[in-house]
């Protein structure tokens, strides 16, 4: 069974700190990973992708990936209000064409 | 289209009753999921349509549910005799090819069984 975990928090920080988010994932042979944001009521939004190890950075926001520790990890920094949000890590493992999501991770920006 | 278009964005039915979510993908996108999220959970995979492939219905959660796709457009997804643990949005999502690219979703349908 393949599965996305993620600490449900609430994850509380405030106004311009940096926010880190965590994600596991159970199977090595893993192709894609994805951060999506969904504020309350609304549809998931794609924020970020990444495919290589490293660290890949789309202004505020950074993604990290080990697949060695099969470890996805978001950072945002400067954080704002408007970030408060549930972000869900997703990832497409090689063996399946739909993605598998985690259940969320909960983020509050105090202002 | 623009975006992923789903309807009805709100549908309440009796418990008993059958139901057709609609889910029209991005113009060109090949695969289209189905997904459902309970109230404060995650994202339970459903179904997933590719091209012209047969789709993998393994998250389908009892025979009352199934979907149809028309080639590489609208989807239909029916559950028959509806429950009140069917209560839940049901959000669809195209892609343009498989999952490794990441998907767009739409705005979904809150389906509440009285």
């Known amino acids: 069974q393949k599965e996305v975990e993620q600490n449900s928090g609430p994850l509380s920080v405030p106004e311009g700190a940096i926010a880190s988010l965590n994600c596991t994932y159970s199977?090595?042979?893993?192709?894609?990973f994805f951060w999506y944001r969904q504020y309350s009521g609304k549809s998931p939004e794609l924020i970020m992708f990444i495919y290589s190890n490293g660290d890949k950075e789309d202004g505020r926001f950074t993604a990290q990936l080990n697949k060695a520790s099969q470890y996805v990890s978001l950072l945002i920094r400067d954080s704002q209000p408007s970030d408060s949000a549930t972000y869900l890590c997703?990832?497409?493992?090689?063996?399946?064409?739909?993605?598998?999501f985690g259940k969320g991770t909960k983020l509050s920006v105090k202002p | 289209g623009a975006g992923v278009s789903q309807s009805p964005s709100n549908k309440v039915t009796e418990k008993g009753k059958d139901v057709e979510l609609r889910c029209d993908p991005i113009s060109g996108h090949t695969a289209l999921y189905w997904y459902r999220q309970r109230l404060g959970q995650g994202l339970e995979f459903l179904i997933y349509f590719q091209g012209n492939s047969a789709p993998d219905k393994s998250g389908l959660p009892s025979d009352r549910f199934s979907a149809e796709r028309t080639g590489e457009s609208v989807s239909t997804l029916t559950i028959q005799r509806t429950q009140q643990e069917d209560s839940a949005v049901y959000l669809c999502a195209s892609s343009l090819d498989t999952g490794a690219y990441g998907y767009t979703f739409g705005s979904g349908t809150r389906l509440t069984v009285v």
């Open positions: 997703a990832v497409n493992f090689r063996s399946q064409g739909n993605l598998i």
């Open positions: 199977d090595r042979v893993s192709q894609s």
